[in-house]
């Protein structure tokens, strides 16, 4: 059966919005709410001393028993270094996302408000990888790329994902990313600049994830099963290589600590743990909520250590 955009559908969370409706508030928000960084963000000013680029409580090594041997400057350098792996990582993914769009609405009516809606997305993106590489030059850390391995593992994903299974890559991506930014641009020990991007990157994405969330929705009644069951797999596929790639170990040689020690006491913090399973919670129960988190999927979510 063919199921057109004007017909009533439900899941498991009650009645689905109209698609246009919901993109019709998305743009007017895009109107009242969107950001310049070039402009809004004072790049001239200079870092301020003694100021972390990240919360000490997200840095990866908080609270393990190396991170305790460490000097509170080597801590703070961690968090800029960490910072700077983070942006990269957004960047690689905005990229990623970019293109999931682009796709999403090629046999779309160009007119429409979701269509509409997608290209301000885009837009706003495009805005959010300048921002996320210009932070990078100014806390004066290297980018970090994603290996070779994931790099190229994403170039497939771009090519084979479902409509569904991009959606839920695309809300993997962005809803971690965004609790722990929640917890950022508030933060007064936190660099005014790092607050600054945040605070923008929160106002915008809270519109991404909203988009994302209602065609997941929708796409989850609508797929044929084996799509269903396919979106299972790839989001679990993609959560584990998140979690993998969240920070580049490069980041620990980089800051003069043994890598290989650094990499062993993240994997066993259980503060480290609780700070992925707390930043992918709200994520979680929603997939769970609307069948993404079944079988083979589930059980890959959970090897990825976001999934408690």
């Known amino acids: 059966m063919t199921l057109t955009d004007t017909e009533v559908l439900r899941d498991a969370l009650g009645l689905l919005k109209d698609r246009e409706q919901v993109a019709e508030r998305l743009l007017d928000s895009s109107a009242r709410h969107s950001f310049d960084p070039d402009t809004e963000l004072d790049w001239d000013a200079p870092?301020?001393?003694?100021k972390w680029f990240w919360p000490p409580e997200l840095v990866s090594l908080y609270d393990t028993p190396l991170w305790r041997r460490m000097s509170p400057e080597q801590q703070q350098d961690l968090s800029r270094h960490e910072a700077a792996s983070l942006a990269s990582l957004g960047i690689w993914f905005e990229i990623i996302l970019m293109q999931l769009l682009v796709r999403h609405i090629y046999d779309k009516p160009v007119t429409s408000a979701h269509v509409r809606y997608a290209l301000t997305e885009i837009a706003d993106e495009c805005r959010h990888s300048k921002m996320f590489a210009r932070m990078i030059q100014k806390g004066g850390a290297p980018a970090y790329p994603v290996s070779?391995?994931?790099?190229?593992?994403?170039?497939?994903?771009?090519?084979?994902?479902?409509?569904?299974?991009?959606?839920?890559?695309?809300?993997?991506g962005e809803e971690i990313l965004d609790w722990m930014q929640r917890l950022t641009f508030p933060d007064e020990r936190v660099q005014t600049l790092v607050r600054g991007v945040t605070r923008i990157h929160v106002v915008e994405e809270a519109r991404h994830v909203r988009y994302a969330r209602e065609e997941l929705r929708r796409q989850m009644v609508t797929a044929p099963r084996w799509e269903q069951e396919l979106t299972r797999i790839s989001s679990g596929e993609a959560a584990r290589v998140f979690s993998v790639a969240f920070v580049n170990?490069?980041?620990?040689?980089?800051?003069?600590?043994?890598?290989?020690?650094?990499?062993?006491?993240?994997?066993?913090?259980?503060?480290?743990?609780?700070?992925?399973?707390?930043?992918?919670?709200?994520?979680?129960?929603?997939?769970?909520?609307?069948?993404?988190?079944?079988?083979?999927?589930?059980?890959?979510?959970?090897?990825?250590?976001?999934?408690?």
């Open 47 to 50: 870092l301020e001393e003694g």
């Open 148 to 172: 070779r391995l994931n790099h190229n593992l994403a170039r497939i994903l771009k090519t084979v994902s479902t409509t569904p299974g991009s959606f839920a890559c695309t809300l993997l």
């Open 249 to 308: 170990p490069d980041v620990y040689t980089n800051v003069g600590l043994d890598r290989r020690e650094a990499i062993a006491q993240v994997k066993a913090s259980g503060h480290r743990r609780e700070v992925m399973q707390n930043g992918a919670r709200r994520l979680t129960d929603f997939l769970d909520e609307i069948g993404v988190l079944r079988g083979v999927g589930r059980r890959l979510w959970r090897s990825s250590g976001l999934l408690a």
